[in-house]
């Protein structure tokens, strides 16, 4: 079984910072990809941010400039940089891990955090 543990989120005004992580935790061999996705009240969620084992992370256009996606390896671990942000950033933030598990019984899973509250209000 595999474990997200999210945390960073809460309320700032406009033009401030947070710094969301998420830890990855259990029957874990390898990760593929961890990445970030937020979702406004009826809203479709969205995809912010996402980086591929070995690859170049990839942005949503509204978030580029402002935000930064990273990876801790040795500790499972993905962070979002979050700054200048705009009421329009508003939203639950969910973190996303694409997953290899460990033998036996090797799996392909994708993996979803609880999701935490980003508000951006003065």
């Known amino acids: 079984q595999v474990q997200l543990v999210e945390s960073g989120g809460g309320l700032v005004q406009p033009g401030g910072s947070l710094r969301l992580s998420c830890v990855a935790s259990?029957?874990?061999?390898?990760?593929?990809?961890m990445g970030w996705y937020r979702q406004a009240p009826g809203k479709q969620r969205e995809l912010v941010a996402r980086?591929?084992?070995?690859?170049?992370?990839n942005y949503a256009e509204a978030v580029k400039g402002r935000f930064t996606i990273s990876r801790d390896n040795a500790k499972n671990t993905v962070y979002l940089q979050m700054n200048s942000l705009k009421p329009e950033d508003t939203g639950v933030y969910y973190c996303?891990?694409?997953?290899?598990?460990?033998?036996?019984?090797?799996?392909?899973?994708?993996?979803w955090g609880q999701g935490t509250l980003v508000t951006v209000s003065s």
């Open positions: 980086i591929i084992t070995g690859g170049m992370p």
């Open positions: 259990g029957n874990i061999y390898s990760i593929n990809a």
């Open positions: 996303n891990v694409d997953v290899v598990t460990k033998n036996p019984g090797s799996r392909y899973l994708e993996v």
